[in-house]
């Protein structure tokens, strides 16, 4: 069985909103059979940590396939590249509160991983599979950062991915992220807000 990456207008999908909670809108309908829930979770790891945390225990949610943004480090990534995050490392302190202390790595489901990356070869999307780090500041201040993330082979960096495979993890759940390249950190370049 293969992930279904979806190319449709919202038009033709027949959705409800389910949730405003916060403001962070959510809606279930149905896509060719099949239904599908889209919520928005805010920024950063606590953020997305809160609101996968309520729909893991409130509605009962199995499985999340988070699409998002981040900023490439490594000089062989272009802009707009699509990249699946295999695995997550962070400096924030949410995933050693649920390994007592210890900085443990935390995946994506291999299912997902591997469905996604198998259905972008067969639609012919190009697509890189790698370790992603997800930091607690959006300007962070530690001039060091992006070349310890390139000396590392890290492919990139967003805010949220730690939140999620943490979560996932401590609930176990299914979850994946897949990230587009919105930013070239060692060469500076950037997609305009309207572009994301």
């Known amino acids: 069985m293969y992930l279904h990456i979806l190319d449709f207008n919202v038009a033709e999908i027949d959705a409800k909103q389910i949730c405003n909670v916060?403001?962070?809108?959510?809606?279930t309908g149905i896509y060719n059979g099949i239904p599908v829930s889209v919520m928005e979770h805010g920024m950063g790891i606590w953020s997305i940590t809160l609101?996968?945390?309520e729909l893991i225990n409130d509605f009962h949610v199995k499985?999340?396939?988070?699409?998002g943004s981040l900023g490439v480090t490594q000089h062989s990534g272009k802009m707009r590249d699509v990249i699946l995050a295999v695995a997550v490392g962070t400096d924030s302190m949410t995933?050693?509160?649920r390994a007592s202390g210890y900085n443990i790595a935390t995946p994506a489901t291999f299912s997902l991983l591997h469905n996604a990356y198998e259905t972008a070869k067969i639609m012919n999307i190009p697509i890189?599979?790698?370790?992603?780090f997800s930091d607690d500041l959006y300007y962070d201040p530690d001039e060091s950062l992006i070349s310890s993330l390139e000396k590392s082979g890290v492919l990139g960096f967003d805010?949220?991915?730690a939140g999620l495979y943490g979560i996932a993890?401590?609930?176990?759940?299914?979850?994946?992220?897949?990230?587009?390249?919105?930013?070239?950190c060692l060469t500076g370049e950037e997609t305009s807000a309207e572009e994301r």
């Open 159 to 161: 805010m949220e991915v």
């Open 95 to 97: 995933n050693q509160k």
């Open 63 to 67: 499985r999340i396939i988070r699409i």
């Open 169 to 184: 993890q401590q609930f176990n759940i299914e979850s994946l992220v897949i990230l587009t390249v919105s930013d070239h």
């Open 51 to 53: 609101y996968v945390h």
């Open 128 to 132: 890189k599979a790698g370790n992603v």
């Open 22 to 27: 916060r403001n962070m809108l959510g809606y």
